[in-house]
């Protein structure tokens, strides 16, 4: 089992940028599919953007296309997530996943249920 811890997050005004990061160890981190998710109190946990094993392919939200971007440093077992032009409508507690099953697929791989290990989640706050 991967062991997750994010970081990154705060309060920030709209407009601004924030880069997330993820934390990875307990197995091999580039085995790994790693996705981002979010959640408002009250809301459905949604995806926002996942990257392949090597790094080499992404995939996105729609909500937040062109404004975030995943990246990944296996050396460092580490994923990010750079958060720019940010809404009040992204604030969200923001989760890292890993998935070591099955294959990368867009659209696909927004799927939660085939993420097998969470981090706890950082908090993101736009102000308007």
């Known amino acids: 089992q991967v062991q997750l811890v994010e970081s990154g997050g705060e309060l920030v005004q709209a407009g601004g940028s924030l880069r997330l990061s993820c934390a990875g160890s307990?197995?091999?981190?580039?085995?790994?599919?790693m996705g981002w998710f979010r959640q408002d109190p009250g809301k459905e946990r949604e995806f926002v953007a996942a990257i392949s094993r090597s790094g080499d392919s992404t995939y996105y939200a729609e909500s937040v296309k062109g404004r975030f971007t995943v990246s990944r440093d296996n050396a460092k077992s580490t994923v990010y997530l750079q958060m720019n032009s940010l809404k009040p409508e992204d604030t969200a507690a923001y989760y890292c996943?890993?998935?070591?099953?099955?294959?990368?697929?867009?659209?696909?791989?927004?799927?939660?249920?085939?993420?097998?290990?969470w981090g706890q989640g950082t908090q993101v706050t736009v102000s308007s």
């Open positions: 307990g197995r091999i981190f580039s085995s790994n599919i």
């Open positions: 996943a890993a998935d070591k099953r099955w294959p990368w697929t867009p659209v696909l791989v927004a799927a939660e249920d085939r993420y097998d290990a």
